[in-house]
């Protein structure tokens, strides 16, 4: 599967955005997804997760650093999943990546390691 992620930009502190995670090659409700970023000279870090589509619920995983601010949604039939940042902060400045696993429970993942395809980055800049 070919992931294209999309939506970064520059906000202020205090705005939204919403980045988008499209879908092409496999049927993307088969995956479950999850978002990363990136600053400059840190670790790659988890942001939120969301399990694999085709069920009534799907299950859905935050860091402490974004929860409450951040929703993972899924759009199975555009084979895209979207996060609403809400009330960004300077320290959400990063490049933000989105990775997706086949998944055949509803779990999701918060790990780099587990999962086996990946977007290019779309840069998140939050001016104070």
């Known amino acids: 599967v070919q992931l294209q992620a999309s939506g970064g930009g520059l906000v202020q502190a205090g705005g939204s955005l919403r980045l988008s995670c499209a879908a092409s090659g496999r049927t993307f409700v088969d995956y479950a997804v999850g978002w990363f970023r990136q600053a400059p000279g840190k670790e790659r870090e988890f942001v939120a997760a969301v399990s694999r589509g085709g069920g009534r619920l799907n299950f859905a995983k935050y860091a402490d650093s974004v929860k409450g601010r951040i929703t993972i949604s899924r759009d199975d039939a555009k084979n895209t999943v979207y996060v609403q940042m809400n009330d960004l902060k300077p320290e959400d400045t990063a490049a933000y990546y989105c990775?997706?696993?086949?998944?055949?429970?509803?779990?999701?993942?918060?790990?780099?390691?587990?999962?086996?395809?990946w977007g290019q980055g779309t840069q998140v800049t939050v001016s104070s």
């Open positions: 990775a997706a696993v086949a998944a055949q429970s509803a779990a999701y993942y918060t790990a780099v390691s587990e999962y086996d395809y």
